[in-house]
């Protein structure tokens, strides 16, 4: 019973191509986050919705598009990939937003952009 | 703006030893949680031990235990009786509205 499940595990692209990250997770939960982790093992939010609705948006190349279908989906969207965006995308989420609301991570997609 | 700052990028301990993890942050708020996360080399992020700030008494999770200090703004991850499955990359985190991670500690574990 995986949790918070994201496909593909790994995806190795040409520059400039688009490319679509999905996220699912299966616990009920509301909020959804991507989060991005680069070569230095650095992890930072991107974005975060909650109930389909965009609550936090960081300072993210707008070639990167979120899309919550429904709770349960996040998927991102990358268009025109650059070498920089090769790194691991992780999902993540918790029941609510808000102060403290444990989050749970999914395994992580690594992205390699050729 | 919060920041959570990791200042040792790699530690290393003998098995069955103990050995602490630093990090600090910085924050004006007063109410926030703080956490340790692991990464394995398989890349899952595994919740280890939280610490909610308004609690003065130290977070324990079985061999691992904080060291909580609010004024100083210090929060370190012991690990007691190190394991070789405790080999990992360790992460510190904020959470204020969102969750901010350190810049991650490479801990490795001799037999």
């Known amino acids: 019973d995986t949790a918070v499940s994201q496909t593909p595990k790994y995806l190795v692209t040409q520059m400039g191509n688009d490319k679509s990250i999905k996220c699912e997770q299966n616990l009920g939960h509301d909020t959804m986050y991507w989060y991005k982790q680069d070569s230095k093992k650095f992890l930072k939010i991107m974005f975060s919705?909650?109930?389909?609705?965009?609550?936090i948006n960081e300072t993210v190349p707008n070639r990167f598009s979120p899309k919550s279908p429904d709770k349960a989906h996040l998927n991102l969207h990358i268009n025109s990939l650059e070498l920089g965006d090769s790194a691991v995308y992780f999902c993540?989420?918790?029941?609510?937003?808000?102060?403290?609301?444990?989050?749970?991570f999914g395994p992580g997609t690594r992205l390699t952009v050729l | 703006a919060q920041t959570v700052t990791q200042s040792q990028p790699e530690m290393s301990v003998q098995e069955a030893e103990t050995v602490t993890l630093s990090c600090t942050y910085d924050t004006s708020e007063s109410d926030y949680y703080l956490f340790w996360y692991k990464q394995p080399p398989s890349r899952q992020m595994i919740l280890v031990i939280r610490q909610e700030a308004y609690k003065q008494q130290n977070a324990t999770e079985n061999r691992f235990s904080v060291n909580f200090q609010k004024a100083a703004k210090s929060f370190s991850l012991k690990i007691s009786d190190s394991q070789l499955g405790d080999a990992a990359m360790y992460f510190c985190?904020?959470?204020?509205?969102?969750?901010?991670f350190g810049q991650g500690t490479e801990l490795s574990v001799k037999p």
């Open positions: 985190a904020y959470q204020g509205g969102k969750l901010i």
């Open positions: 919705y909650n109930n389909k609705e965009l609550i």
């Open positions: 993540a989420s918790s029941r609510e937003s808000g102060l403290y609301n444990e989050q749970f």
